[in-house]
């Protein structure tokens, strides 16, 4: 199939990184999102098919903050798609197969598609505390619930290079890579690195889940969803998380990237 590489989420922090990497490399990508033409909206299943169309090959990401998002990627999955795309790529998570069987149904539809399928299962990315809610604050501070616990946080780079190989070569066919960095850093370990990289002082000031789960909500997101993000923070503060994982050299043969150079 000569159509184009389809990057759902393609302005999102994985997706628009997806999108470049792919295009830079000489790949007809196409971006998807609420704005995109043609249009992408993950509460209007109609608008699924058209926009799917023609594509060689998918990348999947579920919509962000919902938590749904496994549901509607597995009705996307099932539904959706062009009888011709040869690939699909998912990006779920590390750690997703100890939350239960229902956790998994977007991994298992895409593994019983009929296509060649990679699933990408990364650790937090470093880039939650330079685009997301861990970024510090008006006062260079970083404020969240980890304690001193410790995780691999993966640099969205590394992210995008497996996803791209994994669009563009059926060397990973029936892969499930586990993402995560070269070392498991504290919230004071990302601090530092984010002054190294920096030049600004930037410090750690570890809160408690209930301060992080009420500024979460203020900031729009449903207090369901925040409450999750709370439990996986616990996570990391227990040192539940601290391990890491191999799927980037495993894919690229390299090193996984330090994080927040």
Do not use: C, N
Request: glycine share 10%; aromatic share 6%; charged share 20%.
């Amino acid at each position: 199939m000569t159509g184009p590489i389809t990057v759902l989420g393609g302005t999102g922090k994985s997706g628009r990184r997806i999108t470049d990497r792919l295009r830079r490399l000489g790949y007809d990508a196409r971006p998807l999102g609420r704005t995109s033409t043609p249009r992408f909206e993950w509460t209007e299943p109609p608008t699924w098919r058209p926009a799917l169309a023609r594509s060689r090959a998918v990348y999947l990401v579920g919509a962000p903050y919902r938590l749904d998002a496994t549901d509607l990627l597995t009705e996307l999955v099932s539904t959706a798609l062009d009888p011709a795309t040869e690939r699909l790529v998912l990006l779920s998570a590390r750690g997703i197969e100890a939350a239960g069987p229902t956790a998994l149904t977007a991994e298992t539809a895409v593994r019983d598609s009929g296509r060649s399928w990679t699933v990408l299962r990364p650790a937090w990315f470093a880039q939650t505390f330079t685009e997301d809610f861990g970024a510090p604050g008006a006062d260079d501070t970083i404020r969240l619930p980890l304690g001193d616990g410790a995780h691999p946080y993966v640099e969205l780079a590394d992210v995008a290079e497996v996803a791209v190989a994994a669009l563009t070569s059926d060397e990973h066919h029936g892969r499930v890579y586990e993402l995560s960095g070269q070392a498991p850093l504290t919230g004071s370990d990302v601090a530092a690195a984010l002054t190294a990289a920096g030049g600004q002082p930037v410090s750690y000031a570890p809160i408690d889940r209930a301060s992080f789960v009420a500024t979460r909500v203020a900031e729009g997101i449903s207090p369901a969803y925040a409450e999750l993000l709370g439990d996986l923070m616990d996570l990391i503060a227990r040192g539940w998380d601290a391990h890491l994982s191999t799927g980037v050299s495993d894919a690229l043969g390299r090193p996984a990237t330090a994080v927040l150079r």
